[in-house]
C-alpha cells in the first residue's frame, strides 16, 4: 500500500509476518468500506470500489474479509473518513507524498509530524513536494494477455498518455482523471491486472546510497505502521536497494 516506487516490491521480497498482513488487511479494508459507501455496492457499477476489490484479491485477503468490508458501508453512524494528502521529507532532502483516509486530521497530522521529526524530517506545506511528481493512473499487465500491438492500440484509442514495455508487462500511464475510464475499456480484454492505481509519480528520482536508502526504508516502514497512512510516495530511487 505504499504506491508502486518499488517500495512495494521489496516488502514483498522481504516477506510479510502476520502483524504486517494484519495492518495491509485494515488498510484494504478501510478503503473498501469507504469506496462502497460513496458508490455502489456493486464492484461493477463503481471504478473505485472494483480496483479496491482488485488490490485486495492481490494481497491475498479473503473473500469473506472483502464482503465483511463493503457490508460495513451500510452501517449508520459508521465514521466518515476523508482523503487527505500530507507532503514532508526526510534525511538527504529526500521528498515524501503521504496519502491518508481518516475520521481525524489532527491525529494524521501530528503522527506523520512526528515520526518525519524522529527521523531528521519534516512536515512540508501544501505543494511543497507535489511539485516534484506527476499524478497519474498506472496499469500494469503481463504481457501473455494481449499482444504488444493491441495493447498499443487499446490504450491509444483509450486516451492514455504513454504505453511502455516493460521486462514482464506492458505498463499504461493515464491521466489521473481518465484512470478509471481508461481502466474500464481495459478490462474488457483484460481480466487481470498486476498493478492499477492512481499514483505520485517523481518527475525526477533522487539517487542516493546503499546506507542513505537503508535510512528512507526505516521511514517508509516507521510511515506506513500508521493506521491512518495508506499510500506512500517517495523520489528516493531504490531500485538497487538490497532486499
Not at 4 to 14: L, N, T
Not at 20 to 27: N, V
Not at 36 to 43: E, I, R, S, T
Request: charged share 30%; with cysteine; aromatic share 8%.
Amino acid at each position: 500500500m505504499a504506491g508502486h516506487s518499488h517500495w512495494a516490491g521489496i516488502k514483498h521480497k522481504k516477506g510479510r509476518a502476520d502483524k504486517e498482513k494484519s495492518k495491509i488487511f485494515s488498510k484494504l479494508s478501510r478503503e473498501l468500506t469507504v469506496a462502497a459507501k460513496l458508490g455502489d455496492k456493486d464492484p461493477d457499477m463503481n471504478p473505485r470500489l472494483r480496483t479496491a476489490v482488485q488490490a485486495a484479491k492481490q494481497a491475498n485477503m479473503p473473500k469473506d474479509k472483502i464482503d465483511r468490508a463493503i457490508s460495513k458501508s451500510e452501517i449508520s453512524g459508521d465514521k466518515n473518513y476523508e482523503n487527505l494528502r500530507y507532503e514532508g521529507f526526510g534525511t538527504f532532502n529526500v521528498a515524501f507524498i503521504i496519502e491518508t483516509l481518516t475520521d481525524n486530521k489532527n491525529r494524521s497530522a501530528s503522527s506523520i509530524r512526528t515520526v518525519l521529526q524522529k527521523n531528521g524530517g519534516r512536515l512540508g506545506e501544501s505543494g511543497s513536494a507535489t511539485h516534484m511528481f506527476s499524478n497519474c493512473g498506472i496499469i500494469q499487465f503481463d504481457k501473455k494477455k494481449i499482444s504488444e500491438e493491441e495493447a498499443f492500440e487499446i490504450a491509444i484509442n483509450a486516451g492514455a498518455t504513454d504505453c511502455t514495455n516493460l521486462k514482464d508487462s506492458f505498463e499504461i500511464i493515464t491521466k489521473k482523471e481518465d484512470f478509471y475510464k481508461i481502466k474500464t475499456e481495459l478490462e474488457k480484454k483484460i481480466d487481470i491486472f498486476s498493478y492499477s492505481a492512481v499514483e505520485w509519480r517523481p518527475i525526477n528520482y533522487l539517487n542516493l546510497n546503499n546506507d542513505q536508502n537503508e535510512k528512507v526504508l526505516e521511514i517508509l516502514s516507521a510511515l506506513e505502521e500508521l493506521d491512518d497512512v495508506q499510500n506512500i510516495f517517495t523520489n528516493a530511487n531504490l531500485e538497487n536497494i538490497r532486499s
